[in-house]
């Protein structure tokens, strides 16, 4: 079976793949959290920098990791409730299909 086209744009702008719908108190606290993790990893270039014992700035980075990640799960999230939903609504079978291997193929990337 050949595979599907690109998933079918949910929000109407085909080509330019801008989000369906983000809750602007979402997207703030996205920035925020992303402008702190901005600041983590300035500390840890500089505890590299000032020759720190390597387990404190380990730490570190699974601190930034594990942040990074929390962002990742709430766009996730909001993808989920918001462009695959009205995608998968609006768009044909084939468009479905589509979003469906969008998906699958974006959640095993973030597995990993």
């Not at 014992?53 to 918001?82: F, K, T, W």
């Amino acid at each position: 079976m050949p595979k599907p086209s690109a998933a079918a744009c949910a929000c109407g702008l085909e080509g330019k793949r801008k989000a369906a719908g983000v809750d602007p108190r979402i997207k703030t606290a996205n920035r925020n959290r992303l402008r702190r993790i901005e600041g983590q990893i300035r500390g840890i270039a500089r505890m590299v920098a000032e020759d720190r014992y390597c387990p404190d700035i380990l730490v570190q980075i699974a601190s930034v990791e594990q942040a990074l990640r929390a962002v990742a799960r709430g766009l996730m999230r909001n993808h989920l409730e918001h462009c695959v939903t009205q995608a998968i609504r609006r768009g044909s079978v084939r468009d479905a299909a589509a979003t469906y291997d969008e998906l699958l193929d974006l959640i095993f990337r973030h597995s990993r």
